[in-house]
């Protein structure tokens, strides 16, 4: 468990903290980020045993919880297997290098931010198995071969936009696979690309 109050970070042009284990949960109360890049593969935990709404009750013991200003990045060197990871009104950045990003926690919630952006060499998620999200804005790339996105999204969802800071255009992509992208409000859609695949919108 890494608990701290203005953010979890290394030095150096790599700001994230290097790791080399299997299972992380995080705590950063007030300030600044969350950045780990792990060696190898990674399971996040869940809100299991967490008696709670949507985010009020994490008690700091379970998933990668920033409740203070800043974002969350996760890099990891294989698959990247989410609980529950939360920055309510920021950025959650997730990086499965050599991988894949799975749900490991059933149809519980996996992402509550402002906005995600999920890369990955393998798959976003499974069909039968899709990564949850409660988020506003989504963008992410699945660059390997046969590497599909399945996104399950809790209410109204924004696929790609533009970054106010750059203007740097960001679009929900999957290189070689399908994309799939169920939502339980409206959805809007600003960049979608699959082109060896196909694309399922459901809202």
């Known amino acids: 468990?890494?608990?701290a109050n203005t953010g979890i970070s290394g030095t150096g042009s790599n700001n994230g903290?290097?790791?080399?284990?299997?299972?992380?949960?995080?705590?950063?109360?007030l300030s600044g980020d969350i950045s780990v890049d792990n060696t190898g593969g990674l399971t996040i935990a869940d809100l299991s045993g967490v008696s709670s709404g949507l985010n009020s009750g994490v008690s700091g013991t379970k998933g990668v919880n920033n409740s203070g200003s800043g974002d969350v990045y996760i890099t990891t060197h294989s698959d990247l297997t989410l609980g529950y990871i939360e920055a309510i009104g920021n950025f959650v950045?997730?990086?499965?290098?050599?991988?894949?990003?799975?749900?490991?926690s059933g149809s519980s919630l996996n992402i509550l931010a402002k906005i995600a952006e999920l890369k990955a060499l393998?798959?976003?998620?499974?069909?039968?198995?899709?990564i949850n999200t409660n988020v506003d804005i989504l963008a992410g790339f699945s660059s390997g071969t046969g590497g599909d996105i399945y996104i399950n999204e809790a209410d109204s969802i924004?696929?790609?936009?533009?970054d106010t800071t750059t203007g740097t255009g960001h679009s929900l992509a999957a290189n070689d696979g399908i994309i799939n992208v169920v939502s339980n409000g409206d959805m809007t859609v600003?960049?979608?690309?699959?082109p060896r695949g196909g694309v399922f919108l459901e809202s």
């Open 93 to 104: 950045g997730l990086n499965a290098v050599n991988g894949s990003i799975l749900n490991g």
């Open 190 to 194: 600003n960049s979608v690309i699959a």
């Open 1 to 3: 468990m890494l608990s």
């Open 17 to 29: 903290i290097q790791t080399y284990v299997s299972n992380l949960s995080a705590k950063n109360k």
């Open 122 to 130: 393998s798959n976003i998620g499974l069909a039968g198995a899709p």
């Open 158 to 162: 924004e696929l790609g936009g533009i």
